[in-house]
């Protein structure tokens, strides 16, 4: 009888598949695994990294969100300590995700976003999580109307964190 075993990481993504034959009723030893490449479709297309920018004024809540991208995506992201810097970034380089905080000096994270939307010279929209330890609904309307995409309420956890980033990678596909 031939079976397979299958490994995946969290997001589902076939790592390794192994065929193997089970056991005779006579009692014969188990042939060796043999690896077999998974059958990919055609139309897949391949996703890269999500290149991912935060903008966080609190320097401690800052690496901390950080390691915990890092530790979700494998990738180290970038980060702005306001929101002049964080505007300047998304100007400059093109990001797939921003992770914005509202309370920042220089410019607000409403205000920010709003001057990204508005900004002809950013190649490519971000896709923009409002960050806020205030989820009052008057800062969730001004977010919105700023043109954030998502609302990510302090605190939250890892599992929401890695939620709001899968659900932009599935979007990016």
Aim: hydrophobic content about 40%.
């Amino acid at each position: 009888m031939n079976s397979y075993i299958i490994f995946t990481n969290k997001f589902r993504k076939v790592l390794k598949r192994f065929s193997y034959w089970s056991l005779d009723v006579l009692g014969q030893k188990v042939r060796p695994l043999t690896e077999v490449n998974p059958i990919i479709p055609q139309n897949v297309k391949k996703v890269e990294p999500l290149k991912i920018l935060v903008a966080e004024d609190n320097g401690t809540f800052r690496k901390l969100m950080c390691a915990m991208i890092e530790r979700i995506t494998g990738v180290e992201p970038e980060y702005a300590s306001d929101g002049e810097e964080a505007l300047n970034k998304v100007i400059e380089e093109s990001f797939d995700l921003v992770f914005m905080d509202n309370h920042m000096p220089n410019l607000s994270g409403i205000g920010c976003t709003e001057e990204i939307r508005k900004c002809e010279s950013v190649t490519r929209q971000p896709h923009i999580v409002a960050v806020s330890g205030s989820s009052n609904h008057r800062d969730i309307m001004e977010f919105s109307k700023a043109g954030a995409d998502t609302l990510l309420p302090k605190p939250f956890d890892m599992s929401e964190l890695a939620q709001t980033i899968e659900n932009v990678k599935l979007r990016k596909c």
